[in-house]
């Protein structure tokens, strides 16, 4: 059964840092587009950034400059890390890996509805003060 179970979260003040990690069993991460996305209470989910099988990557602009995603394919893990960390940054953070068929006709995006999710984390939760 495929797991994807992330951790890192936790409480920072703004301009703090946090790295999160996603380590997954019975999944390669390289085999896939993997990605970061979060959702903040009583808004919808979307993405923060996504690493594609060849190890390129993509950013929205609202983390672009201040998050970094990267994989350690002999752990098998997925990172993200934070700097600069706002307040808006709080939210639940997902990891997830995408379906092949969607990243055959849209490429490894980290926009949701073209990013189509084969595996989701339970999430793991980022609070930052001001």
């Known amino acids: 059964q495929v797991q994807l179970v992330e951790s890192g979260g936790g409480s920072v003040q703004a301009g703090g840092s946090l790295r999160l990690s996603c380590a997954a069993s019975?999944?390669?991460?390289?085999?896939?587009?993997m990605g970061w996305f979060r959702q903040a209470p009583g808004k919808q989910r979307e993405g923060s950034a996504v690493?594609?099988?060849?190890?390129?990557?993509r950013y929205t602009d609202s983390v672009k400059g201040r998050f970094t995603i990267s994989q350690d394919n002999a752990k098998n893990t997925l990172y993200l890390q934070m700097n600069s960390l706002k307040p808006g940054d709080t939210a639940m953070y997902y990891c997830?890996?995408?379906?092949?068929?969607?990243?055959?006709?849209?490429?490894?995006?980290?926009?949701?509805?073209?990013?189509?999710?084969?595996?989701w984390g339970q999430g793991t939760q980022v609070t930052v003060s001001s």
């Open positions: 997830a890996a995408d379906q092949e068929t969607a990243r055959l006709r849209w490429g490894c995006t980290p926009v949701l509805g073209l990013f189509v999710p084969a595996y």
């Open positions: 690493i594609n099988t060849d190890g390129s990557t």
């Open positions: 019975e999944y390669t991460v390289v085999s896939s587009c």
